[in-house]
């Protein structure tokens, strides 16, 4: 159970950084697959491997691989937004914490809008830092709430459905033992 849970974290750790290259180029803040396959990371992996899956993704990118939507790279940390990746990683957790109370479409899908709306905070609190304080340009709220929040969001939003609804339909084969009553818990 272990070795196959390792496996399906370091494919979801692949699919993440694949998810970085399929984009719709919006400016400042792209609009890319990355937070749907760590939603699915956290609900389908739980708590401990959906975080870890994330966790190895933005080490292998801080590492230098070019897995983020810019690159790669330490000089990473001073993008403005790589406060939606270390949200990745508290999103992850806490979805992964919900997803793993009951498996049924109506809590999945709270993990998932918990999972975005984290993601949305760090990174929107980041963008403002970094943006102010260390590239020393004014932001205004309505820059921020169109550029991290509007032009996002929706399609965000409505992939959580989707991720709730596949979830739902993998999750007897990821979580099997889980499932069918083992006590073992994966989270």
Do not use: W
């Not at 400042?28 to 760590?38: A, G, I, M, N, R």
């Not at 709270?110 to 760090?122: E, F, K, L, P, Q």
């Amino acid at each position: 159970m272990k070795i196959r849970m390792m496996a399906y974290t370091a494919l979801f750790t692949a699919l993440i950084a694949i998810g970085a290259y399929i984009r719709i180029p919006i400016p400042y803040v792209p609009l890319t697959l990355q937070l749907q396959f760590v939603n699915l990371a956290a609900i389908l992996l739980g708590k401990k491997y959906g975080t870890a899956a994330v966790g190895a993704y933005i080490a292998v990118g801080l590492a230098g691989a070019p897995v983020f939507a810019g690159g790669g790279g330490i000089g990473y940390v001073t993008r403005p937004t790589f406060g939606y990746i270390i949200g990745f990683l508290a999103g992850a957790y806490l979805a992964g914490l919900v997803s793993s109370k009951k498996f049924t479409f109506r809590n999945l899908l709270t993990a998932s809008i918990i999972n975005v709306a984290v993601i949305y905070a760090i990174g929107a609190a980041y963008f403002y830092f970094i943006t102010k304080y260390y590239e020393a340009s004014p932001v205004s709220a309505g820059f921020l709430f169109l550029y991290c929040f509007a032009l996002t969001a929706p399609f965000d939003v409505a992939m959580c459905f989707v991720s709730a609804r596949l979830s739902l339909r993998i999750l007897p084969y990821v979580r099997r033992r889980h499932i069918k009553g083992d006590s073992t818990s994966l989270s």
